[in-house]
């Protein structure tokens, strides 16, 4: 069983509402999200969970963080960990479903989709909805983002690498992939995960990263990378 809370340097993150637990990848996706993130006053995180992505920006900007979550356990999950952390006056959750919501326009725009629109399902409904596109396809959360974003604004997504790639494709008619990390376990691995910050048009950025090296520790990478937020780095 998953551990019922995740403690960070700055804050802790109880996960016992949510189907969706703390994991590296999310991690990784907020904290370099954040090494990228522009000097804005407000920003929207679509589909929260926990509400890590939320909190790890909170900890890094000023921003006023609007969070949504259509998930009510989870919904109220997040409010708690925002409650409690240093930065709960910045920090709002709106039980909503994106496709409806009439806020915005944001600046920036965080979100750690569904992963999977076609791959086999599990028992658990609720990781279902979290795991897979089964309520909100990538087509309407390109639709959702492109309503909810300011004309010269940018957003943030992860997702596994194959994933990826078709999301890149349907995203082209409309916003530009300005800085992508792809994400090894280790340097004998394929890539797995990619992080990509889309915005106006411009050049692409591009680095690679290994969360483990051959003797399995963290690499200086990602250490570098989550220094600020794990206690044991």
């Not at 909503?96 to 600046?107: A, C, L, N």
């Not at 994400?183 to 411009?202: E, K, L, N, S």
Request: one cysteine or more; a negative charge.
């Amino acid at each position: 069983m998953a551990n019922t809370f995740f403690k960070f340097k700055q804050f802790t993150v109880h996960q016992e509402g949510s189907a969706m637990k703390v994991c590296t990848d999310a991690c990784i996706q907020g904290a370099f999200t954040a090494t990228h993130l522009p000097a804005v006053a407000r920003l929207l995180d679509i589909g929260t969970g926990t509400g890590l992505l939320s909190l790890m920006l909170a900890q890094q900007s000023s921003a006023f963080i609007d969070a949504i979550e259509l998930d009510e356990e989870a919904a109220l999950q997040a409010a708690a960990n925002f409650n409690a952390s240093p930065w709960g006056d910045r920090l709002k959750v709106l039980k909503e479903d994106v496709r409806s919501f009439s806020g915005g326009p944001y600046p920036f725009i965080i979100t750690n989709p569904p992963f999977y629109e076609n791959d086999l399902k599990g028992p658990s409904l609720k990781r279902n909805a979290a795991m897979h596109a089964t309520s909100l396809g990538y087509e309407e959360l390109l639709a959702s983002i492109k309503r909810l974003l300011t004309p010269d604004g940018a957003f943030s997504v992860l997702l596994p690498y194959a994933e990826f790639q078709r999301f890149s494709v349907l995203a082209s008619g409309d916003f530009t992939l300005r800085e992508l990390l792809l994400v090894r376990q280790t340097p004998a691995h394929d890539y797995f995960r990619a992080v990509g910050i889309f915005g106006v048009p411009g050049v692409l950025h591009t680095s690679e990263m290994s969360v483990y090296d051959e003797h399995r520790q963290y690499t200086p990478e990602f250490s570098a990378l989550l220094k600020a937020y794990y206690l044991y780095l």
